[in-house]
Every structure is written in C-alpha cells, then in structure tokens.
C-alpha cells in the first residue's frame, strides 16, 4: 500500500468515527406515520369510548383480514370511485392472484356476513370495527396513506328509525369525545338506482358544454359517473354544482318519505342537521340515507365521520338481498378536532414509584423489589443502569413521580430503605421487610393498578 492509499484509509476510518459513510437513517413512507405514546393516550381513549357505547348498544366486535381479493373491493365501491381508481394498494401474490390492502371496512365486513353465514343469525347483525386502512390518498393535514377507522354496521333491516338511531350513535360517541358541539350532521337521500340513472342523465345533461372549465379528472367522471362530480374537490366544479340539478326534483316518493321520516326522528331525538342536496360520498354502494359530520369552519375537506344506507351491496357482493347502514369515522381527524377542542384526555400511565439504586448488591435488591411493588399494584419504574443517585432522581424528577426508593450501600448493609416524598422532598428510612406496605399506605389503595383476571373485558 502507498502512503496516498494509506492516507485514504486513515481518512475513511476518521470519517467513519465522524459519522460520515454510515447508511442514512430510515424515514417512513410518505403519508404514514408512527402513532407515537402521547397520541396512543388518545387512542385509548377513543377506543374505550367506542367500545363503551357499543357495548351499550349490543354491538359485536369485528375484524377483518388486512386485505381482501381486489374484486371485493371493486365490485363494491365501484370502478369510478376515487378509491378504486387511484387509491388502492394493489399487488399480486405468488400466486399471480389480485390482493388489495383494505382501503374501508364495510365491503370486507358484508364479504364476511356472506361467508360466515350471518343471515342465520338473528337480524340485524349489529357489528363494530377499530382498524387501520390504506389509500394511495394526497398526503396533507387530516389525510394519510394508512389512518385508522373506527365503524359500526347494522346488517339486516330497514326502516328509517335504525337511520336514526345509527346518526345518533356517532352523535353519542362524539359528545363522550367532547367534539359534538363543533360538528355539524350533512345529511341527504340519494334515492335509488332508477332515480339515480334518471339524474345522472340530467347532470350530463347540465355539464355538456361547460367541459372546459373541468379538470381532466372531473371529465373522466363526466363520461363515467356524472354523480361523481357532485363529489368533487376541485374548486370550479364545486362553485358549478351550485347551479347544478337537484337531487329533489328527481327523487322517487318511496324515498322522499323514507328520508322524511328519518329527519322526524332526529328532530325527535333533538339532533340538529343540515340537509345537503350535494352530498353524495364517495362510494357507490350507498343508497337512500347518506350523511357526514363536518367542523363547520372547515367543511366537505375535512369530515371527520359519515356513512349511510346500502341496502344493494350484499346482493352484489354475491349474497341474498339484504338491507344495512354504516358508520364510520377517521380516528386521527377525530384526534385532530379533540386537541383543537383542547380536550384532555385522562390516562392511568401516570408512575406511582421510581427506584434508584447504587451498586450491584442493591441492584440484587432492587430487582425482587420492583417486581414485588409491580404485583400490589404499584405502578414502579426501576433504574437499573449505572447513573450516580443524583442523575437517577433528575430522572425521576422528569417522570413526575409521587414518591422514590432509595437503596444504597448504607440501606443494604442495614437491610433498610429510603422513600423520598418528591413533592415536599422530605424522606424516611424504613425496614426493607416494609416497604411494600409503606409505598402502598402512601400511594392509597384505590389508586393502585391492580391486574384482576375476573375483570369483564
Ligand atoms: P374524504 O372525502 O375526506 O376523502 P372519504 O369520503 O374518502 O373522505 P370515507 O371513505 O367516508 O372518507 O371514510 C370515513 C372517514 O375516514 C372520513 O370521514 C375521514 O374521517 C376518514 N378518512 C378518509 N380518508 C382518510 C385519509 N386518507 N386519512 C385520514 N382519514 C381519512
Ligand atoms: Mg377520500
């Protein structure tokens, strides 16, 4: 080796040590992200909301595979839909075999009913979901590639009092999130398939020779599904669906009075609502009902839930005619909406105890120790590492913790321990053989977090 080449070794070791030519460090995908602990307090709350009141309700539990073979999808939101246009997760198996990753849940849930026989089951099946979705979507505030739903399905009959009674359980389920009060219930009736095929008619009718101030996009849904547009984001579309037909002028008398007796009950029910002529969503397996809730100051961009009447998708999916309404909200614009409401959430992580220690007979102390706080049901973190006392109370000082033990040289040749009060800063040395029951006397018996099998889930 010449000295220029030894040169370059010393120089590519020197960079090493300076962190130059190590792999750069991983980011996520664009439009996913880590659902880090301080918005998993969130979560948890939530899911604890939902389960609470579909509990109440008779609700069961469901979840489906994360993917489903594409046509299921397909064939149920519908080719000109956003979803299956462009926003699938689309890959094939080994086996040359179209999987999709599930974009929503309701198509996979009737999949399901179908498969599992659920029709035998006494009606309406009443089923909830909290799972994660995936959709190619434009990755900005309140919209990402994978986000979290949480739904619920009313499979098997139909009258406009379930409309009702599901529009008031989201209504519920935001009140105990402490966001009803900034959201407003849109709600439509989009009639059925032979008034639809009418409208739509009548839409195409409407947009034949405005086709230059349509985007490429809007065109496409112009040709394929004039309803579409009434569903679109781009801004000179929507200022032209204001002039557009109504929905109203060609709605069948069956559904107006179906829609009719829906809006009676949430009057009844005292729900305020905004009826939305142009509120369609953005699947096709809706029918009859269709309603979103939105933050007023925000509006159509950002709906936080919505769902609606489906009554055909059972038959397409392959199954017996079967009516159903749906539900379902996005968890992370549900989270966004709480912290603009500056809701707080109530979380027991909180620790109750810190134990420092100082040498490695203390650690053999600590260890047993720990685990026997743990078991009565003392929330306890244990440093275990190597830092001196002080170090390890500036750590427990950053956890906020009521109270700390102390166990050093002196406390372990004298078989004693300290339990500092971190809030005053006063301590006292007890026997070792007691400082389980001092910790517990202190923390209070009905704080602990105790783990009791019996517990119902
Ligand atoms: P949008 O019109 O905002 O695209 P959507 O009509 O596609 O919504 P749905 O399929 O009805 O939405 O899904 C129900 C809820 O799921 C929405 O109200 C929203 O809260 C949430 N949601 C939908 N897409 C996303 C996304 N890409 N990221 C985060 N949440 C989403
Ligand atoms: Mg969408």
Redesign the pocket.
């Known amino acids: 080796m010449n000295q220029e080449e030894q040169l370059n070794v010393v120089a590519e070791e020197e960079g090493d040590a300076s962190n130059e030519g190590r792999v750069p460090p991983f980011q996520t995908p664009k439009g996913v992200h880590d659902i880090l602990p301080i918005d998993h307090d969130f979560f948890t709350f939530i899911k604890k909301v939902v389960r609470h009141r579909c509990r109440q309700a008779g609700y069961k539990r469901i979840t489906t595979p994360m993917f489903e073979f594409t046509e299921v999808f397909k064939r149920s939101i519908g080719d000109t839909s956003?979803?299956v246009s462009k926003e699938m997760y689309t890959f094939q198996d080994r086996k040359g075999r179209s999987l999709t990753l599930k974009?929503?849940a309701t198509a996979a849930i009737v999949r399901s009913y179908i498969q599992n026989n659920m029709s035998q089951l006494p009606q309406p099946v009443e089923l909830y979901y909290i799972e994660p979705?995936f959709?190619y979507?434009r990755p900005q505030a309140?919209?990402?590639?994978q986000?979290w739903?949480f739904?619920f399905e009313v499979i098997g009959e139909s009258d406009p009092a379930l409309d009702a009674q599901a529009i008031l359980l989201a209504q519920r389920i935001f009140g105990d999130l402490g966001i009803a009060d900034s959201l407003k219930l849109q709600i439509n009736n989009i009639g059925d398939m032979a008034s639809r095929a009418v409208y739509a008619e009548a839409l195409k009718d409407y947009y034949c020779g405005k086709e230059r101030y349509l985007s490429e996009e809007d065109r496409g849904r112009l040709l394929k599904n004039p309803l579409r547009l009434l569903?679109s984001?781009h801004e000179d579309t929507i200022i032209l669906n204001q002039s557009a037909p109504k929905f109203k002028d060609y709605i069948s008398k069956e559904s107006q009075e179906f829609h009719d007796e829906v809006l009676e009950y949430l009057t009844d029910l005292g729900i305020g609502y905004t009826e939305n002529p142009t509120l369609v969503?953005?699947?096709d397996y809706y029918n009859q009902t269709v309603f979103?809730?939105w933050d007023e100051k925000k509006g159509?961009?950002?709906?936080?839930?919505?769902?609606g009447r489906y009554d055909g998708l059972t038959e397409l999916l392959g199954g017996q005619p079967t009516p159903a309404i749906g539900f379902?909200?996005?968890m992370?614009?549900?989270i966004a909406q709480m912290k603009r409401n500056k809701v707080r959430v109530p979380s027991k992580d909180d620790l109750h105890v810190f134990v420092a220690q100082l040498g490695r007979e203390a650690k053999k102390i600590c260890l047993p120790l720990i685990d026997q706080l743990r078991e009565n049901g003392i929330k306890t973190m244990g440093a275990l590492g190597k830092g001196a006392f002080k170090n390890q109370l500036k750590i427990a000082d950053k956890f906020k913790v009521p109270y700390c033990v102390l166990i050093g040289l002196t406390e372990v040749r004298e078989k004693t321990a300290i339990i500092r009060n971190m809030k005053v800063g006063t301590q006292v040395t007890v026997p070792f053989s007691k400082v389980v029951e001092e910790v517990v006397k202190r923390i209070g018996k009905e704080n602990l977090d105790v783990y009791d099998p019996k517990d119902p889930i």
Do not use: H, T, W
Not at 300 to 307: K, T
């Open positions: 956003d979803i974009p929503e979705n959709r979507d309140g919209r990402y590639r986000f739903q739904g569903d984001k969503r953005g699947l979103e809730f159509a961009q950002n709906s936080v839930g919505g769902g379902a909200m996005g992370e614009r549900v």
